[in-house]
């Protein structure tokens, strides 16, 4: 059976898993549904037609599935997905979507997402993401898996960030980031490929080194980004056929081509 304070609020309709935990004061709305061993931290907010996963950890003050800050919204039936094993510390806010875009903002597995960082509405967040405080994040942002931003990160509506990446403190992203690359600036800007966290993932030598030839044909070789990307797709026809079925260098360099290929907003440079 869920452990539920006495004080907290649970409004009839809410669903609510086996080892569900719901802290003091907190308030769980009628259209929620928790998945279980999921943790509610004292005073923290559920709300909107939410679905939260099992094994999550949502600590205090944190309110999520608040309807958008979008003056476009008009109180349709939007959504929150959220998936396992995620962590949202104090004061975290996550959105709904609007029906603009999907009509749904989506949060993937095991995510730390540390205290104060917004999730706008129709974000998309992949699994293994890492969001320092004070993060913020406009509508219609993508991150892709494995993801670090750093602390008070700030992401224009619609930008993409592509696996790997990781900011530093303070970094504005006002256009797409292609996977595996650092970046930093008040417009975000490359520096080399975040060679440390590829290391702790088991990327080998050998593939960081195909990495700093794909991050040269495209920001050192002086060529556009659409001469890049057809130089990058040639190459990895030419991989596909001579490196063996299942090679990670034909993973990595498809995960970058199939990212420039989507690119709406262009990329950092």
Sequence with gaps: MPKIHPSAIVEPGAQLGVGVEVGAHAIIGPDVVIGSGTVVGARA????????????????????????????????????????RNTFREFVTVNTGTIQDQGCTRIGNDNWIMAYVHVAHDCVIGNNVTLANCTQLGGHVVLDDWVTLGG???????????A??????GTTVLQDVPPYLMCA???AKPHGLNVEGLRRRGFGPEQIAALKQVYRTL????????????QLEARLVALRSDAPIGSPFIRDLDCMVSFLAQVTRSIIR
């Design 152 to 162: 008070f990160t700030g992401v224009h509506q619609f930008c993409r960030i592509g």
């Design 185 to 187: 600036g008040q417009g």
């Design 45 to 84: 907010l559920l709300d909107g037609r939410t679905t939260i996963g099992s094994d999550n950890q949502i600590h205090a003050n944190a309110v999520i599935g608040s309807i958008p800050q979008d003056k476009k919204y008009a109180g349709e039936p939007t959504v929150l997905e959220i998936g396992d």
């Design 164 to 169: 790997h990446v990781m900011t530093s403190v």
């Design 219 to 230: 920001y050192r070789s002086g060529l556009g980004l659409d001469e890049a990307r057809e």
